[in-house]
């Protein structure tokens, strides 16, 4: 080897600088051959951190939560378009309002947080609250739509945890005005009743859940309501329920050529803003959802029936001198006259005899076919949701026609009565009615001819007899110069599957100005009380008079001109 | 110069031999945890009802003797190092066997003494010197059998252990013996003897599920996933809610409910605030530096030095991939600093002593590049020893 030449004499000298530490040599020949181990070591150690930040890395991916809760909530955010009356005043809008929410997540001290936060909302329930912080919830609404002064003294507790989203509130000026009309919305601003509900239905629903409807301003949607004949039409039946004692009432002024539902309400009402009070007893919209047997003022229509058969007309006879028995039932008359009336008499003296023989002379298929043309048999077709399905013998026999000419035996809403009822007068077009505007020419096209002209004038003239007339049941209804007409219900409720005495249901159906009527205003009063001093509680009594205190105070707004006669005389009285 | 003839270095010398790399990693740490601990500590300090900087301030202060130890201790020499090892292993077990009769009691737990001013924790002192003695042992026994190394290391591991879990200290008692069983395995032991000593560790692992209740219920609860994972679960909300880039610093919100928010769980707070990147980047310098001191320890020719870095660095890089990972749930929950980073007076002096022997034994010295030295080692090549 050639190597040690060299080394040698360096390794002794080495030995000899170095005597005293001989360990040294030891130590540092004593290389282990562990260089392996430190591969070990070092791969294990890169495999660990390896680990770690892969770890991290996955959770940096994890899609973050808290995102995907604001993303909900920024549905909430979005409006609704207002709702107007045919005037444009409001009927419905959207307000900014903050609503309260917790991450319970966050909370330090749940104990200490819903201490505070009863201090300030002292009608939530205790237990609910603390169980509900003390959670490990994420995300958790504790009060919708808080008052800005609410609001206010929350932020002043300065409580970590909780926040405020702002959140678009549903608002009715008019409060329970109009509430069956416009109907409500949930407190995601989802409408759930009334025109609320139809416009969701309409595809609105789906704008909003597209995102495409997040805070744009929408066009208002104008009703074909008139909020000051609606406020008419509620005041006075809300004074008649009081003065008779009822326990509901309800009606409806309804446009005979356009069928735009003027005015619409039913009582007692909710207030769309506090949407639980429709869930009440009682409260549900009787005028389009209630179903009740409209009694005499069916006669209206098995008078026209008997009028548009060509069988009849208005001075045909009809033997009311007998009561009729048929299988063990006795009908006759209230107002009993025992004698041979003309069609005109059967009509104002509102004879039951009278309207069963008008009945027969179209037969019970006639009856059938006539009342399904009047859409008085098959659900009202309209935008509002609340619509009930009337109903009917499941077959009509003789009986049946019977009753169902004067009103019993078939159950109907008010609404579509009232629907029935304009196509008498405005000269037999049936049309289908309308929460929204309509013109004239667009409800033509809608219109079906059910009756003839012919039949409609005299119908004209009989609503306006039975109210002119002395003999008339409608008297109490008459307004100087507007030509009201119509037909007086009162019918026996129905109570344990017997007709009651006591219990009545009474309406008026009425039109006005009769020579050429442009509204039918429909009241119903339900299970009405004499008034103190009277005797009677018949719809003539309370119904007709309530039907006159809504023309009086609603058709002027209505542009409806009184006819005073060719006088001009100086109108001394002041509606 | 030569270390025989002191053990101190001139501060010239010593500038020049320093491992930069290891130098830049500890420094920035120690700044950095400064940095972070303005995120992680005031949500406690309030919540103890304290000043919101209180914990911020101590760390500040902290700063200067551990900065003065490391700088201090990175002066030694290899022989420096051992002597002043003894000396703290010494004081440290003496300190820890008074620590079981008058350390005042927290949590269930003594291991701190009062010394008035400020709070001590004797078995974080112990760890890096318990580390070099052990080092030394076994350096001892590879080269010399009237020393029976192996023997006195199991001992002085045995003496240890004991001590801690007397306190009882579970975390350390862990650190410590995995610690023993690194550089046992770093010493070129057999691996018969490896895997008896690993089947002891496993029983003894056993032993402590069975013994200690709240070891077995934090083990079942991390494999179960049932019932209080709160910390856990409020560190991993923390971590997510930080994603990949922070809330920003001051904007953490989960950290406020974050019990051990400037101790054991700093590493979710830092991740809340700053993000997982910077996550990463505290990760990526720790595997450096254990990295680092391993490849610098394997190029040492010494055993007693290359055992002393190696079982330093381990102590540094398990607990910090063991703090990482119980809050990223990838191990039950235990209480386990982060170096540098955490709070802790007593455990980041330790910390800068263990330090400071890193970067004193990776020091370049004389004796290891000089002309002589790669004599002698061609003479053992030649021949033999």
């Known amino acids: ?575 | 110069m030569s270390e025989s003839g002191s053990k101190i270095v001139k501060v010239s010398d010593w500038w020049r031999g320093l491992d930069h790399w290891l130098v830049g990693a500890f420094l920035m740490l120690l700044v950095g945890g400064a940095v972070l601990s303005f995120a992680a500590s005031p949500p406690v300090a309030e919540r103890i009802g304290l000043q919101p900087f209180h914990f911020v301030e101590r760390h500040l202060f902290f700063l200067i003797p551990s900065a003065l130890v490391l700088f201090a201790t990175s002066l030694l020499t290899p022989r420096g190092v051992r002597r002043a090892a003894i000396i703290i292993l010494a004081a440290s077990l003496v300190l820890m066997v008074l620590t079981l009769f008058i350390g005042s009691e927290i949590k269930g737990a003594r291991r701190w003494l009062d010394f008035g001013l400020m709070n001590i924790q004797p078995s974080e002192f112990m760890k890096p010197a318990f580390v070099v003695v052990c080092a030394f042992f076994f350096a001892e026994n590879a080269r010399r059998t009237e020393i029976p190394g192996n023997l006195c290391a199991l001992v002085l591991l045995l003496i240890t252990v004991a001590l801690l879990v007397a306190q009882p200290d579970l975390g350390q008692t862990m650190l410590v013996a995995a610690t023993w069983g690194g550089l046992f395995f770093m010493a070129g032991m057999p691996w018969l003897w490896i895997a008896v000593l690993a089947a002891i560790g496993l029983v003894g692992a056993f032993f402590a599920y069975e013994v200690f209740d709240h070891v077995a219920s934090r083990i079942d609860r991390f494999f179960t996933g049932e019932g209080d994972n709160y910390q856990t679960d409020t560190a991993r909300e923390a971590i997510l809610n930080g994603g990949w880039l922070g809330q920003g610093p001051g904007e953490g919100t989960v950290k406020r409910l974050l019990p051990d928010s400037h101790t054991d769980f700093a590493f979710a707070v830092i991740a809340e605030e700053f993000g997982i990147i910077t996550c990463m980047i505290l990760a990526l310098l720790f595997a450096f530096i254990v990295m680092r001191g391993l490849s610098v320890a394997l190029a040492q020719r010494d055993p007693f030095v290359r055992l002393s870095i190696s079982g330093l660095v381990f102590v540094f890089g398990l607990q910090s991939i063991i703090n990482m990972a119980v809050n990223l749930q990838l191990l039950p929950a235990k209480g386990m600093t982060l170096p540098f980073i955490s709070y802790g007076g007593s455990s980041m002096i330790a910390i800068s002593i263990s330090a400071g022997f890193v970067l004193a034994l990776t020091r370049r010295r004389p004796e290891n590049r000089s002309y002589t030295d790669r004599l002698m080692e061609r003479t053992a090549l030649v021949h033999g020893v």
Request: proline share 6%.
């Open chain 1, 1 to 575: 080897m050639a190597r040690p030449r060299f080394l040698l004499p360096d390794l002794v000298a080495r030995k000899q600088q170095t005597p005293a530490t001989p360990r040294r040599f030891d130590r540092l020949s004593a290389v282990p051959g562990n260089k392996s181990r430190f591969v070990i070591a070092i791969m294990l150690f890169i495999g660990v951190y390896a680990v770690i930040g892969a770890r991290l890395v996955t959770w940096g991916t994890v899609p973050n939560e808290r995102i995907t809760a604001f993303r909900a909530a920024d549905q909430i955010m979005a409006s609704r378009p207002d709702l107007v009356d045919r005037n444009g005043q409001v009927l419905a809008t959207d307000i900014k309002v903050a609503s309260l929410f917790a991450e319970p997540k966050k909370i330090v001290d749940a104990n200490e947080a819903s201490e505070l936060l009863l201090s300030v909302l002292p009608d939530l329930e205790p237990k609910w609250l603390y169980d509900n912080l003390s959670s490990d919830a994420g995300f958790l609404w504790l009060r919708r739509e808080l008052t800005p002064s609410q609001q206010q003294a929350i932020l002043d507790l300065g409580v970590p945890g909780i926040g405020f989203r702002t959140e678009k509130k549903r608002f009715y000026p008019g409060g329970p005005t109009a509430g069956f009309v416009t109907g409500h919305v949930n407190v995601d601003n989802q409408g759930i009743a009334g025109m609320e509900k139809y416009l969701d239905d309409q595809g609105y629903l789906a704008l909003q859940n597209s995102g495409l409807a997040i805070d744009a301003e929408m066009e208002p949607v104008a009703l074909s309501i008139d909020l000051r004949v609606q406020h008419i039409l509620r005041d006075e039946l809300a004074a008649a329920m009081t003065r008779y004692r009822s326990i509901a009432a309800g009606g409806v002024v309804l446009d005979v050529k356009t069928g735009e539902v003027i005015a619409m309400t039913s009582l007692p009402d909710y207030d769309p803003n506090d949407p639980k009070q429709a869930l009440e007893k009682d409260r549900m919209n009787r005028t389009s959802a209630g179903l009740f047997e409209m009694g005499s003022t069916f006669k209206a229509f098995t008078s026209a029936m008997a009028l548009d058969s060509g069988e009849a007309n208005l001075q045909s006879r009809f033997d009311a001198s007998k009561p009729i028995y048929i299988g063990g039932h006795r009908i006759s008359d209230f107002h009993g006259k025992h004698r041979v009336l003309t069609l005109e008499e059967v009509f104002i003296y509102s004879s039951n005899i009278g309207s069963a023989k008008e009945a027969e002379i179209v037969g019970i298929q006639g009856h059938q076919d006539f009342l399904t043309r009047m859409g008085l048999l098959t659900k009202l077709p309209t935008e509002l949701p609340e619509v009930a399905t009337p109903t009917q013998p499941k077959e009509w026999k003789q009986v049946n026609s019977i009753t169902i000419s004067y009103g019993h035996g078939v159950s109907t809403t008010p609404l579509q009565t009232a629907v029935a009822a304009a196509a008498l007068v405005n000269g037999g077009v049936w049309i289908p009615p309308t929460f929204m505007p309509r013109g004239e020419d667009d409800a033509m096209v809608l219109a079906k001819q059910v009756v003839s002209p012919k039949t409609s004038a005299d119908m004209r003239h009989l609503f306006r007899l039975n109210v002119e007339d002395q003999r008339g049941s409608g008297n109490y209804a008459e307004i100087d110069g507007y030509g009201v007409g119509g037909k007086t219900g009162t019918a026996n409720k129905v109570e344990n599957g017997r007709y009651s005495n006591t219990k009545k249901f009474n309406a008026f159906l009425s039109a006005f100005p009769m020579d050429d009527p442009r509204y039918v205003v429909l009241v119903f009063i339900d299970e009405p009380k004499p008034e103190p001093g009277k005797y009677y509680a018949t719809a003539g009594m309370n119904a007709a008079p309530t039907v006159g205190n809504v023309i009086r105070r609603a058709a002027a707004l209505l542009k409806v001109k009184p006819d005073l006669g060719p006088t001009g005389e100086t109108l001394l009285v002041s509606y």
